[in-house]
């Protein structure tokens, strides 16, 4: 059973806008949570974490928000660029590091 | 700079073949993986390595062993190769709070 989710396989947004993807997750117990990001052909490169003590953590351009009593979180990219199109990945820490499916993000110049 | 680097960008085998797919890392981790990407599925967990000798298995094992002899390597072993383990395969290690950091995967074809 999946316990991290992205229910947006993709996502398309116009350049300078906000990029929003979501993830949720289903065990209560996950005390960190990750953000990666992947281009065709390579393996994923970390972006992003936030421990569950925090409901927030910034970094550029790249901010994750953390919702635990909806057991969801978020990555906002403000402004979106074209190098930013790529699959993100969100994860959760347990006994091991659970990732979701996935969301492709494509920003349009 | 933090390195996990994998013994082959792109590999083809045949149905029945064994399979070696070599890791290391030199970050002196002590926690390495072995996941697949397939389309729509994420990334999913083959198995795992806590130390040198110890393994445990992930969310996929079928069809799969691992080896972890030295601390810096982790060799997956595909002891017969079927269609349906061809894949994207993706080696990581991590070292306790830090996420996974990725090696630049194996894409696996298996004819």
């Known amino acids: 059973d999946q316990q991290v989710k992205q229910n947006s396989p993709s996502l398309s947004v116009q350049e300078g806008r906000i990029s929003i993807l979501n993830c949720d997750y289903t065990?209560?117990?996950?005390?960190?949570f990750l953000w990666y990001k992947k281009y065709p052909a390579e393996g994923p490169t970390f972006l992003i974490s936030i421990s569950s003590i925090k409901d927030k953590n910034e970094d550029g351009r790249f901010t994750v928000f953390l919702n635990k009593s909806a057991k969801h979180l978020s990555l906002h990219i403000v402004p979106s660029q074209p190098g930013d199109s790529a699959v993100y990945f969100c994860?959760?820490?347990?006994?091991?590091?659970?990732f979701g499916t996935g969301t492709s993000l494509t920003v349009i110049p | 700079d933090v390195k996990v680097t994998q013994s082959s960008r792109y590999l083809v085998k045949r149905t029945g073949e064994k399979v070696f797919l070599e890791c290391v890392q030199d970050?002196?981790?002590?926690?390495m993986f072995w996941y697949r990407q397939d389309p729509g599925l994420g990334l999913r967990l083959i198995y795992f390595?806590?130390?040198?000798?110890?393994?445990e298995k992930g969310d996929i094992p079928e069809g799969y062993s691992v080896s972890r002899e030295k601390k810096e390597r982790f060799s997956l072993i595909l002891e017969s190769a079927s269609t349906n383990q061809t894949s994207m395969y993706l080696c990581?290690?991590?070292?306790?709070?830090?996420?996974?950091?990725f090696g630049p995967g194996t894409r696996l074809t298996v004819l």
């Open positions: 065990n209560s117990m996950f005390d960190y």
């Open positions: 390595s806590y130390d040198v000798k110890m393994k």
């Open positions: 990581a290690s991590s070292s306790r709070p830090s996420g996974p950091y």
């Open positions: 970050m002196d981790h002590e926690n």
């Open positions: 994860a959760a820490s347990g006994n091991q590091f659970y």
